[in-house]
């Protein structure tokens, strides 16, 4: 049976120190209760047996590398939320999914959790020594929980939370699968037409002697291409990838790369939505759980997953910070200023009229002055968190239509294009052909 230590004032306010032996802390403070104390403070005391559990739960670990997945963490959050709603205390519920949990990186994580909380310590100072599987803003939020008395309310908010953000995020996957499948078989198949088919065309063209049109001609230097120059094929889009890395890593590299995002024609509406989506939820979010506004500004930038929002949420902490509103810094720096990386980016993606492409969206607000009044009204009602709700539910509907939108455009745009391709190559294989068979006859 393990022994708890406590601190606790009687009836005179005097205080208390001893240590009691009860199967779990619940009836440990029950009893404290009985004896007339009240509790202030208590703890499982480590002994030689809690030594050996410690020794026991690290031999079930197991060697797990990387970190957890979103769709982990949301299932875990759901189910601790319906165990806390049923009345379990916190460690037998984190016990049970620790047992049903898969061998991994997350299993161990709640080990550790456990053992933190078996220690004295709170659940989201374990949760934080886990870093792996529960980010800041996670952390926060069980903390905001936890200081006002209403664990089980933000473990509700925070499962929907990430059930939302799966649940858009899979949507986006999803809708990305069949144009990547499309054009993968069709860049393979053009390719092997290069290499395998042509060439033999051109060697029944260059024993007959026959004179090659233009189009025939441009054939067989792009054909001439593949065959000699075949690595370049998957050779581009990874160097190009790797440049792309390469300049994110510099602070002005990041802006500009992801200031292209943005700004880049159809796409970067899409890119756009999605981190306004996301951004107004989490810190609606955060707010609604009793967050501090600062600190749930610093978790909404930093897991905003873009340079150019970081920045604005930035601005927005400091004029906090001298008394402003957050509507008023979000309006000044929704309109994000030239930047000669994003304008290389335009040039190199869209050559020749790229950077006129720029310079068109440049007085383009990423920031709508649809969110700047509603956030202006939560802020004068005291409804902040209801009307970045509204926001972000406005944004993942306009996301799922603007996807769909964009995938009903991709197939006829597919099809059109492979059949070009197709055509282009099949006339300017048959076109001296049909000569051949002409002066033949």
Known sequence: MPVFQFEAMDSTGQEIKD???APSEEEAQATIRQMGYFVTKISVKKGRKAAEGAKKSK???TFAIGGVKAKIVTTFTRQLSILQDAGLPILRSLRVLEAQSKPG???NSLMDVCEEIEGGATLSEAMAKSPKAFDRLYINMIKAGEAGGALEVILRR???FKERSEHLKRKIKGALVYPVVVISVA???LTFIMIKIVPAFIKIFDDMDVELPPMTVMLVNISYAAVNYWYLIPGIPVG???FIKFVR??????????LFTLKIPIFGQLVEKNIMARTTRTLGTLVSSGVPILEALNITKETSGNAIFEQIFGKISESIREGETIAVPMKENAKPKFHPVTAFFFFMFIPVVGVLVYMLKLNHRIIDDLVVNMVDVGEETGELDTMLYKVADTYDEEVAVLTESLMSLMEPL???VLGGAVGFIVIALFVPLVSLIQNLT
């Not at 002005?252 to 992801?258: I, K, L």
């Open 19 to 21: 240590v009691i032996d």
């Open 59 to 61: 031999r079930g670990r």
């Open 105 to 107: 990186r997350f299993k």
């Open 158 to 160: 925070l499962a929907e």
């Open 187 to 189: 860049v393979g198949i």
């Open 240 to 242: 190009v990838w790797l």
């Open 249 to 258: 890593r510099f602070k002005a590299g990041r802006m500009g790369w992801d």
């Open 414 to 416: 597919m099809i059109i």
